[in-house]
């Protein structure tokens, strides 16, 4: 019942919402509490990594790349201008799965601290 909170976050995929539901589906509600917590501080919204993404375009590249933890591919596209651009047009597609899969991994390092008890 309270799993149904996942849509409060904001910019949740579907996709997003049902690996939480799957992920979760056997913590107690005080894990899970827990849980709500950690993600939440470490997810990154889509809708972020879309504009960041976007300031690549004036001159800031690859700062979504630092947002999602890949310091080697930002400080590449800092250097090489997003890969003259390509990499950042690219980017700018794959905005969602590049959140997508920060947010799994996010996921899975939350779940990892509350069965551990943190």
């Known amino acids: 019942m309270q799993q149904n909170s996942f ?3 904001s910019g949740i995929t579907p996709e997003e919402f049902i690996f939480l539901q799957q992920a979760t589906a056997g913590l107690t509600d005080q894990q899970l ?3 709500k917590m950690l993600y939440q501080g470490k997810r990154r919204n889509p809708t972020d990594i879309l504009l960041f993404t ?3 375009f004036v001159g800031f590249n690859g700062i979504q ?8 591919m930002g400080i590449i596209y800092l250097l090489t201008g ?3 651009l390509i990499g950042t047009i690219v980017d700018l597609i794959n905005h969602k799965s590049i959140a997508n899969s920060y947010n799994k991994d996010m ?4 779940l990892q601290m509350v069965k551990m008890g943190a």
């Open 82 to 84: 997003g890969f003259c």
């Open 54 to 56: 976007l300031l690549g």
């Open 7 to 9: 849509t409060m976050l």
């Open 65 to 72: 790349r630092f947002v999602v933890g890949q310091i080697g």
């Open 33 to 35: 509490n827990s849980f």
């Open 107 to 110: 996921a899975y390092e939350a």
